[in-house]
């Protein structure tokens, strides 16, 4: 008998993206509103995407199978 399909977390294919090289990348909290009060620099830290710590990596490629 066949193994099943495993489902991709439709929360976590919402918040966290794979590379080609199966890293697991995500974009950091704070960049949504009230950017007024933050700095530029801090504005442009939490621009672009950051790789998930390594301790989370084996949760995340179960959330995420393909």
């Known amino acids: 008998m066949a193994g099943?399909?495993?489902k991709t977390h439709s929360g976590a294919s919402k918040r966290f993206k794979k590379t080609g090289s199966n890293r697991v990348?995500?974009?950091?909290?704070?960049?949504?509103h009230l950017l007024t009060s933050k700095s530029?620099?801090?504005?442009?830290?939490l621009s672009g995407y950051r790789e998930v710590a390594p301790g989370?990596?084996?949760?995340?490629?179960?959330?995420?199978?393909?």
């Open 4 to 6: 099943r399909k495993m």
């Open 25 to 32: 990348m995500f974009k950091p909290a704070g960049r949504r």
């Open 40 to 45: 530029r620099n801090r504005k442009r830290r």
């Open 56 to 66: 989370q990596q084996q949760m995340m490629s179960r959330l995420l199978p393909n």
